[in-house]
């Protein structure tokens, strides 16, 4: 198995109202595609938050290339290599397409290599030139995440954190999307994924993670936990007693 | 009624509407970012004033000279507000709590300035304040075309500041959504900061204009406030265009209907109009559709 990227030890994390992570630990490998699923309230979005920064976790640490995270602001969390794409889509719908691709590379002076990265990214997008002075508002929820993904590929991340990249797209779009994430994997971003259309994101990942309560109950390869006979019962308001790895 | 009186009213509504536009856009910018609704805003404006008053009094310095102080000084008068008050404002109550908050600033501020100036009425006086030219036959008092240059000067160099920078970029993004700010790595506290500043700033060229055209003592921020507020309901809680519309529109309806009805009825017919525009879009003219949450 690859080297860890980000590892999770001990999470437990909050918004004031009681704790929603009760102590979550795994690893992200790097290079791969590791998918979370699990059922709504198990903590999942939470988990990405205390990544980003968003939510700072009451205990544990979140190792990323040997540094921890805890405590540390989303600014910084950019600035070593990570960024989100959040669940309700983000971009700036008075701005046009063009500016909310450029503003992904906030953190970076040189105009230069802002004009650089806005072409590779337009180039990998069709979208974003298309659409380039379009406001974003008044693109699709498929085009919205689609330039959403070119916005945080700015940066030129190691770790790309997705959280239900599928919400609201119709069928043809959510391929287009999933395949979109394949491609970013493909380039050599590691992503880790949070997604409610679990089997279809499960097929995609190297590694499943399912959660429930604001723990981990199960973790395998993205085979694996696609396949394991008690992953429907999860579903549908059972319990996993018994855990495939680790 | 006469053309020259209608001609008249509505040269008047852009005139003083564009010093109204200024400190309802410092008002509206310190929502739209910050969630907040600052009732000391109208506070600031006598403060201002009063700034401007004292320092042509003691140092003979013009009023319009005087803003290179001033507008620095409630600059700083804002930021010192925001990190005392306001970054310790947090969670949903935030918006309703911040009312009370500017409430106790607001009152704080009047206190001060009674003692140190009593309650009596003074007014800005220069050269320019009781004196006016005739242009095509309409006649102009230079206190308020000099204020109106003043207005399109500083929101012109807002709206460099807003549309044409980087700053202006992390402020417009936190206007439309902070979590997604943040997530690009814009500091959103600072933003909040420096325009928590900026929004007090503004405050400090309204004051002075208006100090130079109204008798005023520290009560004045209440009238002050209520019309301010008033503006950026009309125009869209967070707008800043809908500032500069509706501070222009309130006061050119009110001085039309001044002069074609009544000025008994100028003010009631700005609110009958502010509560039609609100039972249709009770967002404000440009106001965002959905709520905020805070």
Known sequence: ?246 | MSGSALTYAIIDGVLTGSVYALMATGLTLIFGVMDIINIAQGIFVVLGAYLSYEIQLHWGIDPFVGLLITIPTLFVVGIVVERAFMSRLKGPEKTAMSILVTYAVSLLIEGSLNMIFSVNDVQINAWYVNRSFKLFGVYFAYIYVFGFILAVVLLTALWALLYRTRFGASVRASLADQTAAALIGINVRRVATICFGIGTAVTAAGGMVFGATNAFNASSSYDLISRLLTIIVLGGMGSLGGALVASIGMVMLEDVVGVVWSPVWSTMTFFIVLVIVLSLRPQGLFGKQLARTA
């Open chain 1, 1 to 246: 198995m690859a080297e860890a990227l980000l590892t999770f030890d001990g999470v437990v994390a909050g918004y004031g109202g009681g704790d929603v992570l009760k102590g979550v630990s795994f690893a992200v490998p790097a290079g791969g595609v590791t998918c979370i699923v699990g059922p709504n309230g198990s903590g999942k979005s939470t988990l990405l938050k205390t990544v980003s920064g968003l939510v700072r976790p009451r205990l544990g640490t979140i190792i990323f290339q040997g540094e921890d995270l805890v405590g540390r602001s989303p600014r910084h969390v950019l600035e070593r290599g990570i960024v989100q794409v959040p669940q309700n889509h983000s971009l700036f719908r008075e701005m046009t397409v063009r500016q909310n691709v450029e503003l992904g590379a906030y953190l970076v002076r040189d105009r230069k290599v802002i004009a650089e990265r806005y072409e590779r990214v337009a180039a990998a997008f069709p979208i974003v030139s298309e659409r380039a002075g379009d406001k974003a508002g008044a693109l699709s929820g498929g085009q919205q995440r689609l330039v959403e993904f070119a916005r945080s590929l700015m940066l030129d991340p190691t770790l790309v954190v997705l959280d239900e990249p599928s919400m609201g797209l119709d069928p043809k779009t959510l391929r287009q999307m999933f395949q979109t994430v394949r491609e970013m994997n493909e380039a050599g971003r590691t992503i880790l994924l949070v997604e409610q259309n679990a089997r279809q994101a499960l097929r995609l990942a190297d590694q499943g993670v399912v959660m429930e309560n604001g723990r981990v109950r199960l973790h395998g390869s993205g085979h694996e936990v696609l396949h394991h006979p008690e992953i429907g019962a999860l579903y549908l308001g059972g319990s996993i007693e018994e855990t495939v790895t680790g």
